[in-house]
């Protein structure tokens, strides 16, 4: 508002200044009788003067002029003085995003983690903050420019760029500077151009996460023998002998072959997450659906209505045992979770990409929503009682999850409170295969 009054006051002023002007150019013509000669001066006076302050307006404009002092009235005094403020409120500006770029570039620097940014085309190096150095062993500026495969050389990392996940971290990568120290990378996508790779130090995390592996497998193996000496006594002992025994040794050989279960399932468990790829063979899914449905039979014992679908009319490549034990798991779980009369389907079909889809979907009795990011995590429950009645161990789907990461499968989970769940193993198409008839 300011800014356009100043302008209709400058244009007054200008348009008056310019008719006295030519008045006072006029009068003096007819005095001197040289009309012509007058005005053709008085025109190059304003002309001249108009070149001149075009001039000084133009010097300002040129970023390395900044305006100091507004001289005059009127019109060019007018876009001098919106110059000046333009130019103030520039530099202020400017000053503002230096003090804040600044500010973003020590709290990067101060970073305990790396911080890196690359170029989506080719993972070149464009900045990186002081932790980068230090745990990947860069120099600045030489570094700048490099490949950042050409840094890390492991071919989980170029594979995983080429992907561009963003989702999910990169554990346990060994640093180009200490093949003993462990990072893990994470990208994150700040810019249509350009990625933010943060890199952490994990050594003590993966050092404990061992420790903790080499606990549980230690203990469960331990648990082995007193867990069968406990099971030999129990088979000696005869109910028929002691009657009123028989409710307490019946409990003792339940609870005790669900301890052995329990420590089968952990070392099962120790085991995959110590192998990085799992022995790989042709599998023959026909053959395994039938294997399936006979176990889901033998489980239900007539109590539910058991279909297996096979759409896919393709075999799977992996290890054999381990997606066996995997799909067994699922629908174990799916005819234990059901009631009687209630409904599992197996179905095994070809996925929009070429991959394929295993899927075991209930009628039973469904999982609340809040407890679906947890129900893959070791000994979580949905509800206690049921598990136990159930026999589980609260480890099958975690199992499972990790067989399918072996495979570089991941596990869905659809399910809805009193309609039932489905559960699908979702398979890549690099490991479908044609079925051999």
Known sequence: MRRSLLLRLAWRQSLIRLLVLYAFAVALGLLLHQLAWVLLLATAGVAARAYWRLYRVSRFLDWRQQLQTVHGQGLWAALETLIFRRQTENRARSRRLVGLLRAYRQAATAMPDGALILNRRDNHLIWFNKSARRLLGLNYPQSLGQSFTDIVHAPAVKEWLAAGVTDDSLMDVASPVDENQRLSLRLIAYSGRQWLLVVRDVTQLMRLEQVRRDFVANVSHELRTPLTVVHGYLDMMEPADNPEWAPMVEEMRRQSQRMTQLVEDLLTLSRLEAQDH????????????????????????????????????????????????????????????????????????????????????DSGYGIPAQHLPRITERFYRVSTSRSRESGGTGLGLSIVKHVLSLHQARLEIESEVGRGSTFACVFGPERTRPRNH
Do not use: W
């Open 278 to 361: 799992l022995p790989e063979e042709s599998i023959g899914m026909a053959s395994l659906l039938v294997t399936l449905r006979r176990e889901a039979e033998a489980i239900s014992q007539g109590r539910h209505e058991i279909s297996v679908l096979d759409d896919a009319a393709c075999d799977l490549f992996g290890s054999a045992k381990e997606l066996h034990s995997a799909f067994s798991n699922l629908v174990s779980n799916a005819v234990r979770y059901t009631p009687n009369q209630g409904r599992v389907e197996v179905r095994f079909e070809r996925t929009d990409n070429g991959g394929t889809r295993l899927s075991v979907k």
